[in-house]
């Protein structure tokens, strides 16, 4: 308990300025005065200090920035760039020697003599040595990580309580569930044995696909602190001269990216959530190599196909299926005011075609700041994805800065089945106007039947509230309303088999001479 008091006083000193600034923005004078306008500029410096503070702060805290970056319901944009930034830079000091790990879990298993460090992160330090014969790679849990782990985030959580006084209405809806969310993700992190089942699990779904290369495990020597895996070679995706010896585009590349991402969380159900740089490299004969999937998630049957309609809503512009997604991903309250958020989502589209390139960052960025006057938030795995959507995009067009994302999704989705061709899609939209039209069609002519029988007796009649008394009746008025009815029942029996149509309108012109004679006479 005492060490948690220290941390807890130490990083609510750190945070304590940018805590008291953010609070001077809503009151000058802290409880009184009005707000303040802050410019642009001072918050990229403000969201600079707090990815440094997060830095210093440790693995716990970098963990969250990388989530708050794709947090778009609970900070600013300027301050998800910001965070972004965490996926790269790390302190290397955080933790201690991860070979006393690697001694404990393997022993003489492998040969200590030709281990050699590789890459370090966050959480663990990436080591090649030589197992059976054969070269392979062990990534290595610090040691001592998981309590200094679980005690910041018991610190983070004591902080939410401090904050959500000053936070609006719809951020307090999110921070109701954002620490364990949070907890949730980086638990899982810290589970290397879960790790290695995933990627296993997302090798064997790409096991048919030769231009996909998921590395082996070595399930003997894995454990809840080490993943053992296939040592495969390849360059950093981004780096400049990295396609120079296969035989792919940049484009071709990108598209290779996205759908090979859109497979794993559309068709199979689990997928890498991580697709930074760091973490994707083209091997010498061009295949797409995946590395760490410590970030990475299972979606049940239900929720993978909330996310299938999701995009399928945006790709076709469908307001009324995103709108019943959004609900069903419980972004959305179920009791939310659906004709308010109807009529968002409607200009969230007419602004997002209004664009000359439509990005899935703009796409979301839009989605959410449109969204921001109701209660949202984004579940664990909801926000996953849109990590792998906005992390991997950049990816793409840092390749190919023209790359459509959305068009390859739409092709990917087309190709599964998902969703028809747009020619099949218009025959389909047809067909179901058609089907709902038929019932109507069928009982139209009962029902005008009616209709001139009563007209006949006398017995139709229209009220209506005046708004200042009447000095007398119209009868050109009932004239009026049958001849506007037949026009539109001829406009209905156009599409019917026989020519219904030429005698309603016929009757439609009689009605309307009628009308247009007793007003002459009137």
């Not at 070269?135 to 018991?154: C, E, H, S, T, W």
């Not at 936070?167 to 044995?193: C, G, H, K, P, W």
């Not at 689990?270 to 930074?276: E, Y």
Request: with cysteine; net charge negative.
């Amino acid at each position: 308990m005492k060490g948690y008091l220290r941390r807890y006083l130490q990083v609510l000193v750190r945070f304590f300025p940018l805590l008291l600034a953010f609070v001077r923005d809503r009151r000058r004078f802290l409880l009184f005065g009005p707000s303040r306008q802050v410019s642009k500029a001072v918050h990229r410096d403000r969201a600079d200090r707090l990815t440094q503070t997060m830095l210093n702060l440790g693995p716990a805290f970098i963990k969250v920035g990388q989530v708050l970056s794709t947090r778009p319901d609970l900070i600013p944009p300027t301050y998800i760039e910001a965070f972004a930034t965490l996926q790269n830079e790390i302190p290397e000091e955080a933790g201690g020697d991860p070979l006393t790990v690697l001694e404990a879990e393997v022993g003489d298993r492998i040969d200590q003599q030709t281990v050699e460090t590789v890459a370090g992160g966050s959480l663990a330090f990436v080591y090649t040595a030589e197992y059976e014969g054969e070269k392979i790679a062990l990534k290595v849990r610090r040691p001592g990580l998981v309590p200094i782990i679980k005690r910041d985030l018991r610190v983070i959580r004591g902080l939410v309580p401090l904050i959500a006084p000053f936070a609006n209405e719809r951020q307090r809806y999110s921070l109701e569930n954002v620490t364990d969310d949070f907890e949730q993700i980086i638990l899982d992190e810290l589970d290397f044995q879960r790790e290695a089942e995933i990627m296993a699990e997302i090798g064997a779904n790409f096991a048919d696909d030769d231009r996909v290369c998921i590395p082996a495990t070595h399930p003997d020597l894995c454990s809840q602190r080490i993943v053992a895996m296939e040592y495969v070679e390849g360059e950093k995706i981004t780096t400049a001269d990295a396609l120079d010896a296969t035989d792919l585009e940049p484009t071709e590349l990108a598209t290779l990216v996205s759908r090979t991402f859109l497979k794993m969380g559309l068709v199979d159900g689990v997928f890498h959530a991580d697709p930074h740089p760091g973490n994707l490299a083209i091997g010498a004969d061009g295949t797409l190599i995946l590395y760490d999937f410590g970030m990475s998630q299972r979606l049940s049957e239900q929720e993978q196909a909330d996310i299938t309609r999701l995009y399928r809503s945006l790709v076709r512009r469908d307001i009324d299926g995103l709108l019943n997604t959004l609900i069903a991903l419980e972004i959305l309250e179920p009791t939310v005011d659906r004709i308010a958020v109807r009529q968002v989502l409607e200009l969230v589209i007419e602004n997002l075609e209004g664009q000359s390139t439509v990005t899935w960052r703009a796409i979301i960025t839009e989605l959410f700041s449109m969204l921001h006057d109701f209660p949202f938030r984004i579940p664990p795995n909801v926000m996953l994805l849109v990590r792998v959507g906005t992390v991997g995009e950049g990816v793409c067009r840092s390749l190919d800065p023209e790359f459509d994302f959305l068009t390859v999704t739409q092709s990917f989705l087309v190709d599964h089945g998902f969703i028809e061709s747009e020619l099949e899609a218009l025959f389909t939209d047809v067909q179901n106007d058609v089907r709902a039209s038929v019932p109507v069609l069928a009982r139209a002519p009962a029902r005008f039947d009616t209709v001139f029988g009563q007209l006949e007796r006398g017995e139709l009649v229209v009220r209506t509230t005046p708004t200042e008394s009447p000095s007398g009746g119209d009868p050109a008025v009932g004239y009026a309303i049958v001849a506007s009815g037949l026009l539109t029942a001829g406009a209905i029996f156009a599409f019917h088999e026989y020519p219904l149509e030429i005698p309603s309108i016929v009757l439609a012109f009689v009605f309307l001479g009628q009308y247009l004679r007793h007003r002459r006479i009137g």
